[in-house]
């Protein structure tokens, strides 16, 4: 199974990385996150600046740009694939929210 994590926390987030963590053993997962935090801009996009990819500890890729740009760029061509399962894991202080796409 693949799975996309992105959050609005920032790619050094505690809650994606534990969410990561606890996800990497049983399934092939992809973070693909802001690279600062985007805290009440998850819907929002990038159309005036350019989108760069870099990519930081555990192989994450983070993007300086909003959860939404992360969540385009990956399902429209950095991956390569889509992934299997349809919904967005959203990592937040103490709760997960789950989100479909």
């Given at each position: 199974?693949k799975i996309l994590?992105?959050?609005?926390?920032?790619?050094?987030?505690?809650g994606?990385?534990?969410?990561y963590?606890?996800?990497?053993?049983?399934?092939?997962?992809?973070?693909?996150?802001?690279?600062?935090?985007?805290?009440?801009?998850s819907?929002?996009?990038?159309?005036?600046?350019?989108?760069?990819?870099?990519?930081g500890?555990?192989?994450?890729?983070?993007?300086?740009?909003?959860p939404?740009?992360?969540?385009?760029?990956?399902?429209?061509?950095l991956?390569?694939y889509?992934?299997?399962?349809?919904?967005?894991?959203?990592?937040?202080?103490?709760?997960?929210?789950v989100?479909?796409?």
């Amino acid at each position: 199974m693949k799975i996309l994590i992105c959050n609005d926390d920032g790619y050094q987030a505690p809650g994606i990385i534990a969410l990561y963590q606890a996800l990497k053993d049983v399934a092939d997962v992809e973070v693909v996150a802001p690279e600062q935090n985007n805290s009440a801009k998850s819907n929002a996009l990038t159309l005036h600046s350019p989108l760069y990819v870099s990519r930081g500890g555990e192989g994450f890729r983070y993007i300086n740009g909003t959860p939404a740009d992360c969540v385009h760029v990956a399902l429209t061509g950095l991956l390569g694939y889509r992934p299997d399962l349809d919904f967005a894991f959203w990592p937040a202080h103490h709760v997960c929210r789950v989100q479909p796409l």
